[in-house]
């Protein structure tokens, strides 16, 4: 009898294996990123059909047996596709957010690693805290800059607050290299206003390091 695990997730990408199941990657709170079956997924009255959509998040009930994970629970609480089908530019940044984790967490971390466990945590609420920005995020900011470089935005507080969540996961990972002007937003997990002011000026140099890290991957 296999032990079950519970965790929240969000489907980062799935394919279709066979006639009605579904192979996704799911990047989870405690485990970081597993490969899991889905049996009957692709069955119109599947009760797990909603909750493996790509872009789901919620709660998964898991096992891992011979042939590696399975799901054979889930209740989706929010699916980001959805949500921003009409913003195809939010959608992109998720997808590049997402795409991110894929490459870098390792697949399937040990239960006992208690470590890996630490950071995968760490992870997840960044991932998570960025895509309640994108949810709530008013529809104007306005940043409190020099005169020279004060500015109203909409989608720039986006492409922000996108830049300050590559960094935050480039850092936890040790991917990012040491910069005193952004340890203070790195070491956090939520994204303020305040953060989002204070990064403004140095958008370009932000994307100059993430750049940098994302070639020694």
């Not at 990972?173 to 990064?199: C, H, N, Q, V, W």
Request: proline share 3%; charged share 25%.
């Amino acid at each position: 009898m296999y032990r079950k695990h519970h965790t929240r997730g969000i489907v980062v990408s799935s394919k279709i294996e066979g006639d009605s199941n579904k192979r996704i990657n799911i990047f989870t709170e405690h485990f970081g990123l597993i490969n899991a079956k889905v049996q009957g997924a692709r069955n119109m009255h599947s009760k797990l059909r909603a909750s493996v959509q790509d872009f789901s998040f919620g709660e998964f009930s898991l096992i891992h047996g011979k042939t590696g994970w399975r799901v054979v629970s889930g209740r989706a609480e929010k699916n980001f596709y959805e949500i921003f089908r009409n913003f195809p530019d939010k959608i992109k940044i998720i997808s590049n957010v997402l795409n991110l984790i894929k490459k870098l967490v390792a697949e399937e971390a040990r239960l006992s690693d208690e470590v890996g466990q630490e950071t995968n945590n760490k992870l997840f609420v960044i991932v998570s805290n960025f895509l309640i920005f994108l949810t709530n995020k008013p529809s104007r900011v306005a940043f409190e800059m020099p005169q020279s470089q004060k500015a109203t935005f909409d989608g720039e507080s986006v492409a922000l607050a996108e830049c300050l969540t590559l960094i935050r996961i480039l850092h936890s990972l040790g991917y990012m290299r040491y910069d005193p002007e952004f340890i203070i937003p790195m070491t956090s997990s939520e994204i303020e206003i305040k953060d989002l002011e204070a990064i403004a000026p140095r958008r370009s140099k932000m994307i100059q390091l993430i750049n940098e890290s994302l070639k020694a991957t």
